[in-house]
């Protein structure tokens, strides 16, 4: 079974400074990607960033990075210079390619990140 | 492009009720999942479908059917709502090519509903 945990129920960051939101997962299926998600008051969930476990770098999209260490199974998302449009839910997701299987993603329970001015 | 669609956005029903609530994906995505998000919880999945086959189903009980149409819009049914349905419903497409597990689900704003 997958499983994803994010320890982090609640993060506080000052404006431009960096944040580290904490996500540790767990399969024995050698295919996976990893994907964080951010969810504003509003509701919507959007596409932040991805890792696949073959991926042989860490993954970085504009201020967004992942800190993808393999042997710890832990796939932590690091955001530069916060904004204040940063505060909002973050989901850690993992889907796996087990044979057969529908690739049906588990997602962790989230962090709640507060941006400071 | 659209993004995906889902209507209503906002429900609410009474306790005994049904609800149907649609989903149009992305142009080309071809699957399309459903996902219960409760208050302070990370989404749990429904249903996924593809190619309009349900190709997965999470340990919801019956009251949750679905469907796709053949242009890959889906429906999310509940049948004798409860309380406990009141959530934030989500519907994600994906390409679902090659390994879909490395395809980004990209999901609609939701749909709330409230049970009463």
């Known amino acids: 079974a997958q499983k994803i945990t994010q320890t982090q129920p609640g993060m506080f960051v000052q404006e431009k400074e960096a944040v580290t939101l904490d996500c540790t997962y767990d399969?024995?299926?050698?295919?996976?990607?990893l994907f964080w998600y951010k969810q504003p008051s509003s509701g919507e969930m959007i596409f932040l960033i991805y890792?696949?476990?073959?991926?042989?770098q860490n993954a970085t999209e504009g201020r967004y990075s992942l800190n993808f260490q393999k042997a710890r199974k832990s796939a932590n998302l690091v955001i530069s210079a916060s904004q204040l449009g940063d505060s909002a839910m973050y989901f850690c997701?993992?889907?796996?390619?087990?044979?057969?299987?529908?690739?049906?993603?588990?997602f962790g329970r989230g962090t709640s990140l507060i941006v400071h001015p | 492009d659209a993004g995906v669609t889902q209507s209503p956005t906002h429900l609410i029903k009474t306790r005994g009720q049904h609800v149907t609530l649609r989903c149009s994906p992305i142009?080309?995505?071809?699957?399309v999942s459903w996902y219960q998000q409760v208050l302070g919880q990370g989404p749990q999945f429904i249903f996924q479908?593809?190619?309009?086959?349900?190709?997965g189903r999470g340990n919801f009980p019956d009251r949750f059917s679905a469907r796709q149409f053949p242009n890959y819009s889906s429906e999310l049914n509940v049948n004798a709502l409860l309380l406990g349905d009141s959530a934030l419903y989500l519907c994600?497409?994906?390409?679902?090519?090659?390994?879909?597990?490395?395809?980004?689900?990209?999901f609609g704003n939701g749909t709330r509903l409230t049970v009463t």
């Open positions: 994600a497409s994906s390409l679902a090519q090659g390994a879909p597990w490395n395809s980004p689900l990209h």
């Open positions: 399969t024995s299926d050698p295919s996976y990607g």
């Open positions: 890792q696949g476990s073959y991926d042989q």
């Open positions: 997701a993992m889907r796996v390619g087990a044979s057969g299987g529908s690739y049906i993603p588990t």
């Open positions: 142009s080309g995505h071809k699957s």
């Open positions: 479908y593809y190619e309009k086959e349900e190709r």
